[in-house]
């Protein structure tokens, strides 16, 4: 299973902590075969940074790689598999997953069905993914498509979220409490019952 670290609260600590986890997990990659090797640098380096804002460190970085890759017209192929749509696939059950985690912890609350379907309104909207994507500087480790050039829309930023979700939840073999710490790394966190 994946490692989860939590996340320290200080603007200097937590660029402490994002350069020791990329330091480790590059250190980590040398010895690795198969399709992950050290034969492409940026994508060790944007596995590694996106690994660090998570807080988890994967046990097969291929789902984490997976979900950078942006949607766009150029059919992309990732170590043998062919993604037409980038990571969509991986987006659309990282929505499914997300909507899971977040309805499971209201189900153990009193709250009304009402509560629950703001919950996932309010914490799994596009333009919430986005902004905590953007806010966590997520944009820099995402292999974007040519034809979108350096901007990152809000599509493409939700769509990384989730799938960035549905490749933690498949690298920690379902494991929702996994899904769930990861998360409240990311600050994904349902508003209290009624707000």
């Not at 939590?6 to 399709?35: F, H, R, V, W």
């Not at 942006?70 to 991986?90: C, S, V």
């Amino acid at each position: 299973m994946g490692k989860s670290t939590s996340i320290p609260s200080t603007s200097d600590e937590k660029d402490a902590a994002k350069t020791t986890l990329y330091t480790i997990k590059l250190d980590n990659l040398d010895g690795i075969q198969g399709p992950f090797t050290m034969t492409n640098p940026d994508k060790a380096m944007k596995i590694s940074g996106a690994q660090a804002l998570l807080g988890y460190i994967f046990n097969d970085p291929a789902p984490l790689w997976e979900a950078l890759q942006a949607a766009g017209p150029q059919a992309t192929t990732l170590d043998g598999k062919a993604l037409p749509k980038g990571n969509m696939r991986l987006a659309l059950l990282g929505d499914a997953v997300l909507k899971t985690a977040l309805l499971e912890g209201w189900y153990r609350t009193p709250g009304s069905t009402e509560d629950g379907h703001n919950v996932v309104l309010v914490t799994a909207g596009n333009i919430h993914l986005a902004n905590v994507g953007n806010h966590l500087g997520l944009g820099k480790f995402i292999k974007k498509n040519t034809s979108q050039g350096t901007m990152v829309s809000t599509r493409v930023m939700t769509a990384t979220v989730e799938a960035i979700i549905g490749a933690v939840f498949l690298d920690s073999h379902n494991d929702l409490s996994t899904v769930r710490q990861v998360m409240e790394n990311l600050g994904l966190v349902a508003p209290a019952a009624g707000t």
